[in-house]
């Protein structure tokens, strides 16, 4: 117990005094604002800018974008074996970079269209292969999909008001109604991220400027659906009250597990994704959320069981879940995602997931069960407001026969260390994250990962990283 709250002492101090040398830097760059970005009242604070250009408020379009570069490395870690979609052991640094362009117009009060253009290039440790738990959520799952731009969203938003009462609503790349009902119902149709709209989370949803690893982003036992890219096509069903919300998906998934292409005919690949939104009223008048989440995807999805049956018997010679005629499975689960506003501009939040974890993992990681909890604190006590500090712990699990299929040898998407002494996957990360000037913002990262791959034989393993992010 003292040597492991020894190495989390370390691990935090490792993280937060890089931080403190950021933030000194930072502060030498600090500037005046513009004009424009003045408060109203004479002697109010200026609001510093967040972007390198401004952006309107009341134009019928949108034009912004964003490019995010994250460099990370790991030293040589101990591995008793190695597999062919492990971590590799051997010190290894990898760099990736993210660019998106956010187009959008305003047809009517209540009607928006939205375009949004990606390019992604360079890679992640040991090309995204090793960790249910992946410490970049920016690297693509396919290191050979081409590295032209492509379009990532391309989406038509529809309200429909309920109530004449209304309320501000900030604008941005998804979103640019500044007023919209009370009361409302929402349509989205076309192509678009499924978890730009379901378990979402203040505190931990944002790789570009909070946390950065797979499982503390987004729930890891949410087998959302996406193509390689992390993209879909689908539609997006919205209530939306004062207090509560409700949504509804249908959505495309891919032909197979991590693939780019995806299945147009819904009698044979399709995902229902549910989510219930509640802002009770606990412990005072601080904003408290909760996200009730269930999915269930239609999909050519292999069964753990089935492929170590075929092994057993010696009709393939190792466990193979794609080894199966063309057929259609379900696969389900369901989470929990909790935050809380607390005194002194601190954040805490949670999220639990749990799918049936029988059917391969298809779409998103290998995680079939995953429980986290984190906070972050925002800079105004070191007169730093835009800056942010978070830490996060996560562990992550897979079913038994989940366990057993990797045992024997088989491989999944991301897994196969060619055998497994299963242990859950428990990633500590944590964060700074400067505010450098207008639209630049860096940040450091440190991520400490115990059984990587959820292997007892192989890690941990210490990842540091950079990362360097533009608003424009």
């Given at each position: 117990m003292k040597t492991r709250i020894a190495q989390i002492a370390f691990l935090l101090a490792l993280a937060f005094?890089?931080?403190r040398a950021i933030s000194a830097f930072a502060q030498d760059l600090s500037f005046a604002p513009d004009q424009d970005t003045q408060a109203c009242e004479p002697n109010a604070p200026a609001d510093p800018a967040v972007t390198m250009f401004p952006h309107s408020q009341t134009a019928r379009y949108w034009i912004s974008g964003q490019s995010n570069i994250i460099v990370q490395w790991h030293p040589s870690f101990y591995a008793k074996y190695s597999g062919p979609h492990s971590?590799?052991?051997e010190a290894n640094d990898a760099t990736s970079h993210v660019s998106t362009l956010f187009l959008g117009y305003e047809l009517t009060g209540t009607t928006e269209l939205f375009l949004h253009l990606e390019e992604a290039s360079g890679g992640g440790l040991s090309d995204g292969l090793g960790l249910a738990g992946f410490v970049n959520l920016d690297v693509v799952r396919n290191p050979v999909l081409s590295k032209d731009p492509y379009v990532a969203r391309v989406m038509l938003r529809q309200i429909i008001p309920l109530s004449h009462e209304t309320v501000e609503e900030e604008r941005n790349p998804w979103y640019l109604a500044t007023k919209v009902p009370v009361r409302r119902l929402e349509f989205r149709f076309g192509k678009m991220g499924v978890n730009d709209f379901f378990d979402i989370n203040d505190v931990g949803t944002d790789s570009h400027s909070q946390f950065l690893n797979w499982t503390v982003d987004n729930n890891g036992a949410y087998d959302y659906a996406a193509d390689t890219r992390g993209y879909t096509y689908g539609l997006l069903l919205g209530y939306y009250d004062r207090n509560w919300a409700f949504q509804f998906a249908e959505a495309l998934m891919p032909k197979v597990a991590n693939g780019i292409d995806l299945v147009w005919n819904l009698r044979r690949a399709r995902a229902e994704n549910f989510e219930l939104q509640l802002h009770p009223k606990l412990l005072g008048q601080r904003n408290t959320t909760v996200r009730l989440l269930s999915f269930v995807n239609h999909a050519n999805m292999g069964l753990y069981g089935d492929a170590i049956y075929n092994f057993v018997v010696g009709k393939t010679p190792r466990p193979d879940i794609t080894a199966h005629p063309l057929q259609t499975t379900v696969k389900y689960g369901f989470g929990i995602?909790?935050?809380?506003?607390?005194?002194?501009?601190?954040?805490?939040?949670?999220?639990?997931?749990?799918?049936e974890g029988q059917h391969e993992s298809y779409a998103y990681t290998e995680d079939d069960e995953t429980v986290q909890l984190g906070a972050d604190l925002a800079g105004d006590r070191w007169h730093r407001?835009?800056?942010?500090v978070g830490a996060v712990f996560v562990s992550n699990g897979i079913s038994a026969v989940h366990q057993k299929y990797l045992a024997f040898g088989g491989e999944g998407f991301l897994l196969g260390d060619g055998a497994l002494n299963y242990?859950?996957?428990?990633?500590?990360?944590?964060?700074?994250?400067?505010?450098?000037?207008?639209?630049?913002f860096m940040g450091f990262d440190v991520q400490h990962i115990n059984n990587p791959g959820y292997n007892r034989d192989r890690g941990p393993v210490l990842v540091p990283g950079f990362r360097f992010h533009l608003d424009y």
């Open positions: 005094l890089p931080a971590l590799g052991s995602n909790l935050e809380r506003e607390l005194p002194h501009h601190l954040r805490a939040y949670g999220r639990w997931g749990w799918n407001q835009l800056d942010k242990g859950r996957e428990n990633i500590f990360e944590a964060y700074y994250n400067a505010h450098l000037w207008r639209g630049l």
